[in-house]
């Protein structure tokens, strides 16, 4: 089982930023898959989730309005779609299985 995060950086605010989560080993269609991120001194802040079977998504409270989660099934990818970012939103944001398997993690920064 892997997750592999690709499209984070730095941006300004007002800017957007899509993550991409590869997933190799699973379907992740059979599972629910979450976004979450972290500052240094915080900790796990859950982001969104994609859930299996009719695919209800969520959000936090704090990205709600902003970030659309979605699920391409054919390419096996778990994306995140980030607009109007705000300089809060700067942290290593993580692809994860469930609740027990994290991707490695991808910066993003938001930054004047």
């Known amino acids: 089982v892997q997750l592999v995060e690709t499209g984070g950086g730095m941006v300004q605010p007002g800017g957007s930023l899509r993550l991409s989560c590869a997933a190799s080993g699973f379907t992740i269609s059979a599972f629910d898959m979450n976004w979450v991120r972290q500052t240094p001194g915080k900790g796990p802040e859950w982001v969104s989730r994609?859930?299996?079977?009719?695919?209800?998504?969520f959000y936090a409270d704090s990205v709600k309005g902003r970030f659309t989660i979605s699920r391409d099934n054919a390419k096996n990818t778990l994306d995140l779609q980030m607009n109007n970012l705000k300089p809060e939103d700067t942290a290593l944001y993580y692809c994860?299985?469930?609740?027990?398997?994290w991707g490695q993690g991808i910066q993003v920064t938001v930054s004047s």
């Open positions: 994609f859930n299996t079977g009719a695919g209800g998504t």
């Open positions: 994860v299985l469930g609740i027990d398997f």
